[in-house]
């Protein structure tokens, strides 16, 4: 899990707005987050090795992501991955199990931070900045995207009807928050601990 000395982008038990139970704010623990990029004619070996790893079925494609068992497999991009794991290994094994040959494995552990959102309105809060249709038809659970809010590039992760994981970069972070707090300021929020990759 996430280290326990990593400075906290949320103040604890905080609560605001209208209506403080209308959505929760809590940050993502993990334990590893990197990028794989393969080579232009190397993705299916790359994409095998992670679907083995990983232990999961990749997504059907770009703009996707799968997950299970403390990780999440999303698939940014033509030959562009991004792997999230609760496990502080899971980036080393895939150094280990992905060849130079095939492509590369960066570490992106202390590069990013991750709020999640939930509640009713997530998505209209999340609309105030970010100019995709996040309705539960255009934007279903599983489904990702890579959008500036407040002119700070997010990777946005919809979970399930109510949820969403929004990973920003950990200079920004802390920018990032304070957008999301005031943005939900309209229909209240708390601040609800930490949450895992469930």
């Given at each position: ?103 590369s494995v960066v570490d992106l552990r202390h590069a990013r931070h ?55 970069p950990s200079s920004l972070a802390r920018s990032f928050a304070e ?20």
């Amino acid at each position: 899990m996430a280290d326990a000395d990593w400075p906290r982008l949320l103040e604890r038990a905080k609560r605001g707005g209208r209506d403080p139970e209308a959505l929760a704010l809590r940050e993502v623990l993990m334990g590893s987050i990197c990028e794989v990029a393969s080579w232009p004619d190397r993705l299916e070996a790359v994409a095998s090795e992670l679907g083995r790893t990983c232990g999961l079925e990749l997504p059907k494609g770009p703009g996707g992501f799968t997950a299970g068992s403390g990780i999440r497999l999303c698939w940014l991009a033509f030959g562009r991955f991004l792997v999230i794991s609760e496990d502080a290994a899971t980036t080393a094994a895939l150094k280990e199990r992905i060849s130079a040959y095939d492509g590369s494995v960066v570490d992106l552990r202390h590069a990013r931070h991750g709020v999640r959102i939930e509640g009713e309105k997530a998505a209209a809060v999340l609309n105030k900045a970010v100019a995709i249709d996040l309705h539960l038809a255009a934007f279903p659970p599983g489904a990702l995207a890579q959008a500036p809010v407040h002119h700070i590039p997010v990777l946005i992760l919809r979970i399930d009807e109510t949820r969403f994981d929004i990973f920003a970069p950990s200079s920004l972070a802390r920018s990032f928050a304070e957008w999301l707090e005031d943005a939900s300021l309209e229909f209240g929020y708390r601040v609800s601990g930490t949450a895992g990759l469930d």
